[in-house]
């Protein structure tokens, strides 16, 4: 069985899902969107975002190497004016430069789900190696797991603790 659409081609199709704006504001993809927010489309049998085939709608193909980058930051945005061709590089580098990475990049306690701070994984360490008390019961006090004790003790869960901070901790 064939579908009828009321629309006379696919790019009808896909632009009856942006709500277009003025031309410097952002259109927002009305579709699906995956857990990250971009937009999802099936576009001539091709599963991809709604930003790349407004990129493709727009100004043609995409150059061999390169992803669509949004200026504006708006993950689903198909305003073609905030979409660019640029390098998989060039566009961490914008993330990054912008402070768009998000929480999932942060350690430490620069993530929101932190359940120590850094004074106390210096203390971890310390009351650890001093060797009176295990790591089971060190998870018991400070609420965490036995196996997140060790990574702590071990460097694999933060960044070391310098030897200076755990030094300023003892005076």
Known sequence: MTRTYSYKTVE??????????????CWPWLGTKTKGGYGVVNFKRERTTAHRIAYKLTKGEIP??????????????CNPRHLRAATQRENLEDMWKKRRQGDYRNFGTANGRCKVTTE?????????????????????LFGLGQSQILRIVNGESRVKVSRKSLSLKQR
């Open 64 to 77: 061999k190497g390169y992803v669509v980058m949004h200026n504006c930051d708006t993950r689903d945005c």
């Open 120 to 140: 106390q994984c210096a203390e971890i360490q310390q009351t650890y190696k001093e060797g009176w008390i295990t790591a089971e019961a060190l998870g018991k």
């Open 12 to 25: 009808q199709r896909f632009w009856k899902r942006v709500k277009k704006g003025l031309s410097f504001s």
